[in-house]
């Protein structure tokens, strides 16, 4: 497995670490300044990502799957190929009803802090719309835009800032709030 | 001979920062100053006389007056080295021909005396040429010694007051978001320090991501954006107290982009709702809410003009984001941003005769401003990003954010004129961002 795969499984395990705190990336965990309120501080719930080959895994929605579609600057309109992950995801979720997901909107870093973060709303919004058209209740879904706040990569050419436009979508176990 | 205290006020006037000076009317500028370029005033500000137990006090407040006067660029120090004769007592006679000798147009005398915990500042600010104290410059401040700082500023904004007609800024404060961390997982605290980057405070700790702090008109208060329920909320932050109070949750939203209005009673903001961004405000003494506008487009980054009637903002409605103006009870707006590229975060001058903002435009970004009808349109800076400026209480100086490109990219908080001239960093320990200037400190 690659250094970067290893370092994204990392990410989704933090993630889960957190489930009712999204803002897992802020929150005091690991290298993380801690403090009052941080979830670093509190239990960490650990949930394995099991095994990619097994299809009701977190690895395998977040590998085989696809946790992410990716979007052309400015702009949330959903690409082809945005369709058929976020069909496959829709599908997942139906089947492994003991998962909820937050959706991540992000921005790349060519824009404003406030209109990014408008923009990641944007694009949340329409990966939760979709997923719900395909049939997946409403309440196992929401969003949060991070903006321009958390690249994952970070150089500042279109090769980072095409895979910075995104939507992810973190699992956390638990049937929607 | 030439006389640069006038030159440098013709030159204001010039550059639009002094807007009429009939005295000068018959007295026309005598020496051609090129674009963006003024002569800096040369000054003398000999190391304020201690009076009793000031011992660093005095020279520390003699180098912040220097500082603070310097950093604007509108005048130079004359070191002692050139100093032909010195002042020996506060209250003594002046040799102003040796001050002339040097060149100096203006003299600043000042003394400090400490008793305890209390200081005393006095000082006069003399125009060399005529022998007379500047009308109004000879002025003593007193209080606890933690507070020397702010003393210094208050005879550098009086003095600069004088000599440039335009109000001070220096005894003044910026709340701002101090970084660290590497570039994909910043870490981020609200903190707060003097104009010029010294008495950093810090207001929050870096457990959650923390945006765009801005102060309210009296000082008091910061509100700001946060990610410490999780999601990006609205937090009221007491400067006295530190304690802090999300507002209200609207279900199912995420809220953004605050500011006050000028009375300090309502707040304006974004609201995101099903992925669509429009524009809110709420009242502080529990008036409700009220959406102010009703669009599919994103609808963000509000500020109320000083006189609290309208709201200038920034919105995509025709595909790129522009800047437009509507009554503050809401409405469409009318566009006032005309030019190539993209516009936001525009932010109406606390005298209400411009609007800065932030523009995008062929790869790169510019701290601008234009009159209040979207005319005039001035960029003052040009970086790989430049973004969000903020007014000194003044209305005549900006500070921003600006954050250098690749991996290893870190945010520094610069400052400019709104003639573009005098572009600097401001020093802080690390990297930081989303600067937001106090009003003058009473």
Known sequence: MSLAAKSLLLIAVLGLAACNNPDRYGAGGPGGAGGPGGAGAGGIDTTGLGDPNNPTSIAYFNQRVGDRVLFAVDQSTLSPEARSILT?????????????????????EQGTREYNLALGARRAAAVQNFLISQGVPANRLRTISYGKERPIEVCSEEACYAKNRRAVTVLSVGAGS | MVRPMKTLL????????????????????????GPG??????????????????????REISRVVISDLEGTGFFRNIGEEAYISRISSFDG????????????????????????????????????????TL????????????????????????????????????????????ESGPKNNRLKRLAVMDYDGANVAYLTDSSSIVLAPRFSPQGDR???????????RITLLDVGSLRRQTLEEQPGTMTFAPRFSPDGGTIVFSLERGGNTDIYALSLSGGGLRQLTNA????????FSPDGSQIVFESDRTGTPQIYVMPASGGEGTRISGGEGRYGTPVWSPRGD?????????????????????????????????????????????????????????????????????????????PASDPAWSPLLP
Request: charged share 15%; glycine share 10%.
């Open chain 1, 88 to 108: 496959a995801q829709a599908q997942w979720l139906m089947t492994n009803t003991g998962y909820a997901a937050i959706i991540e909107g992000h921005a790349d």
């Open chain 2, 222 to 232: 910061i509100i700001y954006t946060s990610y410490e329920t999780g999601f990006p």
């Open chain 2, 10 to 33: 013709a030159a204001l006037v010039a550059f639009g920062l002094v807007g009429a000076a009939p005295a000068l009317a018959q007295d026309p500028p005598r020496i051609v100053i």
């Open chain 2, 354 to 430: 411009y609007i800065a903002f932030t523009k995008q435009n062929a790869g790169r970004f510019h701290i601008g401003v234009m009159r209040t009808d979207g005319s005039e349109e001035r960029l003052l800076t040009a970086s790989f990003l430049d973004e969000g400026p903020t007014w000194a209480p003044n209305g005549r100086v900006l500070m921003f954010t600006r954050e250098t490109s690749g991996a290893g990219g870190q945010a520094t908080l610069w400052s400019v004129d709104i003639t573009g001239r005098n572009l600097k960093q401001i020093p802080t320990d690390g």
């Open chain 2, 93 to 132: 006679g002046i040799a102003f021909e040796d001050w002339k000798a040097i060149n100096a147009q203006v003299l600043v005398t000042g003394a400090v005396s400490v008793s305890g915990d209390r200081i005393t500042v006095k000082f006069r600010a003399y125009d060399v040429f005529n022998g007379q």
């Open chain 2, 37 to 58: 370029v003024i002569e800096p005033m040369p000054i003398a500000v000999p190391t304020f006389i201690d009076e009793g137990g000031a011992g660093e006090y005095a």
């Open chain 2, 135 to 178: 009308e109004g410059a000879a002025l003593q401040f007193a209080g606890t010694t933690q507070g020397w700082r702010r003393m210094a500023h208050k005879v550098a904004d009086v003095i600069y007051s004088k000599i440039t007609g335009e109000s001070g800024y220096f005894d003044s404060r910026v709340v701002f978001v101090s």
């Open chain 2, 296 to 303: 599919p487009s994103i609808e963000t980054a509000p500020s």
